[in-house]
């Protein structure tokens, strides 16, 4: 062995190269608070991740037998599988891909535990009792949990499952029970016993029917929520794995994973009026509200439809524009000529805005990347507590395939699912313009009476499409 070899491979240089890790983690996830310094931030922390993935290969005992085939092996089908996939994915789909690639981190984190479990009694241990036992048996139940919950996640969103609640007959007392099993037999492999095997399966048996039972009940509505969620399940898990395999990379990034994505959760859930404890009781978004049109729904009156043409005209006298996307947007791929439309009325003299929901569209900052990605400066983006104030004076408000962060059923109508739901407030609008395919309701589910306001006006069609027109027709007066 060279003394290169020998120093490299020293405590203290592995040490500093975490350090070092964790600091490039930390300032670029400082640097995606904005779409300015997203993309530098998140090169930023990818190079702390390849220093700690460094790092953690020179431990001595890391590439030990034939554990450096394995991880070459492990490599290159990451890499075969993740790049292509992520290069491809469509930003519509970015949801359900997110909720993929975290499920993986958690049903990884659940095999390692399994594998800490097999490596020790075929080493021939007896009684599984040592310092990394009790965060193993947390990581094997969290891990299995998120993994599953996860694929549920992207089954609704990628439309593979249904988007409505699917909940059983007593679905909190099975949850009960479920997490009773997990937990009781973490304390029995805790205490000692002889029959490991059965203990351990039922561990991880046990979390993957939890995992699938505390997502099923939940409508595609609230799945940002879940995501957000199951993210910070996966990082406190990773964590403790991490303390379990005294991997110093592994408790710092599952920790920070685990506090962000719980800080987010919070805030999304505030943000739609839900309560966090709810959906591991099995309760989130488990009531099934009237679709728009069916049975037990209200005769609001007539819509009044309108034209391209005369849209353009209301739009370039206005003095005061602000447009709000959403998911319609986004499934159109209409962000551009959103663009095209915001420019066409600055060349106008006409002030434009755009109103950003914090889960408009199927995850946080979903609107803001679309708009990003067509160039829409950022300083005309505001979100939802700056922009409400400004409707009382805006002339114009163009709602794009939004519905239920549109909503006045959530200020107006206590019985509404989505009732208590902060939303951008367009009805106070001077006028207001939905571009829409047809009268479907929402990811909620529920009618929506902004609709049948005698102010608005529904432009249907493609909003892709509607949008070109409208721009044209701008461009023409």
């Not at 990451?78 to 519509?92: D, L």
């Not at 987010?264 to 959906?279: F, Q």
């Not at 207001?432 to 009618?447: C, E, N, P, Q, W």
Request: hydrophobic residues 50%; aromatic residues 6%; proline residues 6%.
């Amino acid at each position: 062995m060279t003394a290169a070899t020998i120093f490299l491979q020293r405590t203290n240089f592995i040490d500093a190269c975490y350090i070092v890790a964790f600091a490039l983690f930390i300032y670029g996830m400082s640097g995606l608070t904005g779409p300015r310094t997203a993309v530098r931030g998140n090169m930023i922390a990818a190079v702390g991740m390849a220093i700690a993935v460094v790092a953690t290969l020179l431990t001595p005992h890391v590439l030990s037998g034939s554990a450096p085939w394995l991880i070459a092996l492990g490599l290159v089908i990451g890499t075969a599988v993740g790049v292509p996939a992520a290069r491809n994915v469509r930003m519509t789909a970015m949801p359900q891909m997110v909720a993929l690639f975290n499920g993986v981190g958690g049903g990884a984190v659940a095999i390692i535990a399994w594998i800490e479990y097999r490596h020790h009694f075929a080493a021939g241990g007896g009684v599984w009792i040592q310092k990394s036992q009790i965060p193993t048996l947390f990581a094997a139940i969290v891990g299995s949990i998120s993994f599953w919950g996860s694929n549920i996640a992207f089954g609704k969103l990628q439309e593979i499952l249904p988007g409505r609640p699917i909940k059983l007959p007593g679905q909190t007392v099975i949850n009960g029970v479920l997490f009773v099993i997990c937990v009781a037999s973490a304390i029995v492999l805790a205490a000692g016993t002889h029959s490991q095997g059965l203990f351990i399966l039922g561990i991880l048996l046990a979390a993957a029917i939890l995992g699938n039972m505390v997502v099923l009940p939940i409508g595609g509505a609230d799945m940002p929520v879940v995501i957000s969620l199951l993210n910070a399940f996966t990082g406190l898990s990773a964590a403790a794995t991490g303390i379990a395999l005294n991997n110093t990379a592994m408790i710092v990034a599952g920790m920070i994973v685990g506090a962000s994505g719980t800080i987010l959760t919070n805030l999304m859930a505030k943000a739609m009026n839900r309560s966090v404890p709810a959906i591991v009781a099995g309760g989130f978004g488990g009531a099934i509200a009237a679709p728009a049109g069916g049975p037990g729904v209200e005769d609001r009156g007539p819509v009044r439809s309108t034209s391209p043409q005369d849209v353009a005209i209301q739009l370039s006298y206005a003095r005061q524009v602000v447009i709000a996307p959403g998911y319609g947007m986004a499934v159109a791929q209409a962000q551009h000529a959103v663009r095209e439309l915001e420019k066409a009325l600055e060349n106008k003299g006409v002030t434009v805005k755009f109103a950003i929901h914090p889960v408009a569209g199927r995850m946080p900052g979903h609107m803001n990347v679309l708009l990003a990605e067509a160039d829409v400066p950022y300083d005309l983006l505001r979100e939802m507590d700056e922009i409400n104030p400004e409707f009382g004076r805006t002339d114009v408000t163009l709602v794009i395939g939004a519905n239920d962060v549109t909503n006045p059923a959530a200020k107006n109508e206590p019985g509404s699912p989505i009732y208590g739901m902060p939303i951008l407030e367009v009805d106070q609008s001077g006028s207001v313009i939905v571009l829409k395919r047809s009268m479907a309701s929402g990811f909620a589910g529920i009618d929506n009476p902004l609709f049948y306001d005698p102010k608005t006006a529904m432009l249907f069609g493609d909003a892709k499409q509607s949008v070109s027109d409208i721009t044209s027709e701008v461009q023409a007066l």
